[in-house]
């Protein structure tokens, strides 16, 4: 049974960036799309991110296109989430995924079977 999980989340300024990163245990990332969710307060958990298997197709949630970048490194086992000019409004808990299901369908949370427990991300004025 994989098991995936965060890290990386911490208080930031506005303006700043923030790098967080998913691992697996018990298996590994590499057969698996890789998405990233947000959940704000009183919010909707929404899809920021995608990565498929081999790396070289990606999709983003409209509200980070242009300044979050996910990557992954299929020989370590990790995905990476690089965010840039951060903003209040991306203050969050933000979770890594894994579906078996195209990438074409990375942004709907219900094809994700597999979740990590989500990392805080906090961004200041």
């Known amino acids: 049974q994989v098991q995936v999980e965060e890290s990386g989340g911490r208080l930031a300024q506005a303006g700043t960036g923030l790098t967080l990163s998913c691992t697996a245990s018990?298996?590994?990332?590499?057969?698996?799309?890789i998405g990233w969710f947000r959940q704000a307060p009183g919010k909707e958990r929404e899809f920021v991110a995608a990565?498929?298997?081999?790396?070289?197709?990606?999709s983003y949630s409209d509200s980070v296109r242009g300044r979050f970048v996910i990557s992954r490194d299929n020989a370590v086992g990790t995905v990476f989430l690089q965010m840039a000019s951060l903003k209040p409004e991306d203050t969050g808990v933000y979770y890594c995924?894994?579906?078996?299901?195209?990438?074409?369908?990375?942004?709907?949370?219900?094809?994700?079977?597999?979740w990590g427990q989500g990392t805080q991300v906090t961004v200041s004025p």
């Open positions: 995924a894994a579906t078996s299901s195209p990438i074409g369908r990375s942004g709907v949370k219900d094809e994700y079977g597999y």
């Open positions: 018990g298996g590994t990332l590499s057969g698996f799309v």
């Open positions: 990565i498929n298997r081999r790396g070289v197709v990606t």
